[in-house]
């Protein structure tokens, strides 16, 4: 069968004889290779021209339509960018919005002088809303726990225990969830460890709805000397 046709069957010049008259020719509806026909209406008939290639077909507002598929969230990784930590604060800015959570790894992560603490902050901002809490892995005697916890910080602090003043071991992870979203605060977890059996855990919040576009490291007061910084997208 080469086409489909609706036909009428009159009766002409009241012979028995039955001829057809064509009423309509459906292939004349077909423009193209792939094309599909469907009814619009009651007795209706229209043609969904075919989609492009990796499309499915699917229903928008009651009628067959071409889309194509979201790729739906794979946790996987992109590398968006390697720093050196030098001077007193490193500021990553211009951070791709494109991804759903932020990480980051500072490696080794070392100061000029004792007796300071790595910080975060985000957007330039050292207004006084972000608060932390976590808790610890105390060296020596076998291990204990301690807590810890800040309210109304002008920053992050990374950790529990001061950065060392050589090159060493340290690792800090920093995750930042839902960084680009605009409807609520951002949560931020971060863990890691200075020194042999020091590993901490913190969560912490930045009380701000804004989309994180630039995160700051901050040495503390004293200056980093060395240390990396590698910053992750996450789908």
């Known amino acids: 069968m080469t086409g489909v046709q609706t036909c009428a069957l009159p009766i002409s010049n009241a012979l028995p004889t039955p001829t057809w008259d064509i009423i309509d020719d459906v292939q004349s509806i077909i423009n193209a290779a792939g094309d599909l026909l469907y009814g619009t209406a009651n007795d209706t008939v229209g043609r969904l021209g075919i989609g492009t290639n990796g499309q499915v077909l699917t229903v928008s507002s009651g009628l067959p339509s071409w889309q194509t598929p979201v790729t739906p969230d794979t946790g996987s990784e992109t590398l968006l ?46 207004s006084s809303i972000y608060s932390r809490a976590g808790f610890r892995l105390q060296p020596g005697g076998g291990g204990t726990f301690t807590g810890g916890a800040n309210e109304n910080f002008p920053r992050i602090p990374v950790g529990f225990t001061n950065m060392p003043t050589a090159a060493g071991s340290a690792i800090d992870e920093i995750l930042i969830t839902n960084y680009s979203v605009t409807d609520h605060f951002k949560m931020v977890k971060n863990w890691g460890h200075v020194e042999t059996n020091n590993v901490y855990f913190q969560v912490a919040n930045y009380r701000s709805a804004s989309a994180i576009t630039s995160v700051t490291l901050y040495a503390g007061g004293t200056n980093f000397s060395g240390g990396t910084v590698r910053v992750y997208g996450v789908k």
Do not use: C
């Not at 951070?95 to 490696?107: A, G, P």
């Open 81 to 126: 960018g390697t720093f050196s930590l030098t001077g007193p604060t490193v500021t990553i800015s211009g951070i791709n919005q494109t991804y759903k959570h932020l990480r980051l790894e500072v490696v080794n992560a070392y100061v000029s002088a004792g007796g300071f603490q790595l910080g975060i902050y985000f957007n330039g901002d050292t």
